[in-house]
């Protein structure tokens, strides 16, 4: 990557198959530009083909702002006189494709909140497979107090995390969610000290890139399209993905393992 967005945005694959990807502006506030955007689209992507990259784990640098939204700075003050159509292209095109990319990455994705998320920052943590937070993290919804709808697939993650209710209520007021409230409302899976989230979330990835990264990366494909199905499709579904995974070698590891009485080494493969 170009050395300017390799300082803006780490990209470290560990020799346990843990890749670590950190927002690195937090002077910026860790506010994503769009060059930084389309390197994190890139390496989900990458993430999903490499067989020895096992699970992503999405950080910040600095201990105050996990990611405050997109940088806007070198947007003009509003759209008026935009070619029709133009807003909504740059939403499909931009922030769409990145939560997207975050949700069709074939391996689990941690988010490790360090700090304050706000706009498409928090859906960035939410898009997220497993979202841990420091005690200061705080998630808002910062859409509404800049009079702008909610974007960046927010109304999607948060109707299916928190249901409508809940999602009108973040979305409407725009008020600063603290972790601890994040965690009851279900949007956050743990909260933990200040200045241990990194280790937390070492943890947690260790634990996945040691398990079977086939039948990880069809359940987590399972899941997420849960709610845009019905039953029917998703039995099937879940029928085919018990098909392919006794097609891999972890899933006939598992098998050999249990049938002789010791713990599985997965591959992840």
């Given amino acids: 990557m170009p050395d300017q967005i390799a300082t803006e945005l780490g990209w470290e694959v560990g020799a346990d198959g843990v890749a670590w990807l950190t927002l690195n502006r937090p002077a910026a506030g ?34 105050r702002h996990f990611c405050t939204g997109a940088d806007l700075s070198g947007s003009p003050g509003g759209s008026a006189g935009a070619p029709p159509g133009s807003v909504a292209r740059a939403v499909a095109n931009g922030s769409q494709r990145l939560i997207s990319a975050v949700l069709d990455c074939e ?6 909140v360090n700090g ?21 993290a705080k998630f808002v919804e910062v859409f509404v107090r ?11 993650l948060l109707t299916r995390l928190v249901g409508p209710q809940r999602a009108k209520e973040l979305i409407f007021f725009g008020d600063d969610l ?9 949007l956050v899976n743990r909260v933990v ?7 937390t ?16 990366s069809l359940g987590k494909r ?19 993905a018990a098909e392919l995974n006794m097609t891999s070698a972890d899933g006939q590891e598992g098998l050999r393992a249990f049938a002789e009485r010791r713990p599985p080494v997965f591959r992840g493969r």
């Fill in 30 to 63: 860790n506010a994503i530009t769009g060059d930084q955007r389309e390197t994190l689209i890139a390496l989900l992507g990458e993430a999903s083909a490499d067989q020895d990259i096992r699970v992503v784990v999405l950080t910040a640098a600095g201990q």
């Fill in 107 to 112: 391996k689990p994705v941690i988010a490790a």
């Fill in 116 to 136: 304050t998320a706000a706009g498409i920052g928090c859906h960035l943590a939410f898009a997220c497979d497993l979202v841990l937070a420091a005690e200061s």
């Fill in 146 to 156: 800049r009079g702008l709808v909610v974007d960046g697939a927010g109304a999607y």
């Fill in 178 to 186: 603290p972790a601890a409230d994040a965690l009851r409302l279900g």
């Fill in 193 to 199: 000290a200040d200045g241990k989230v990194a280790e």
């Fill in 201 to 216: 979330a070492a943890d947690w990835a260790a634990r996945l890139a040691a398990g079977p990264t086939v039948a990880l």
């Fill in 222 to 240: 399972l899941v997420n399209r849960a709610l845009d199905g019905d039953r029917a499709t998703s039995f099937a579904e879940e029928a085919m």
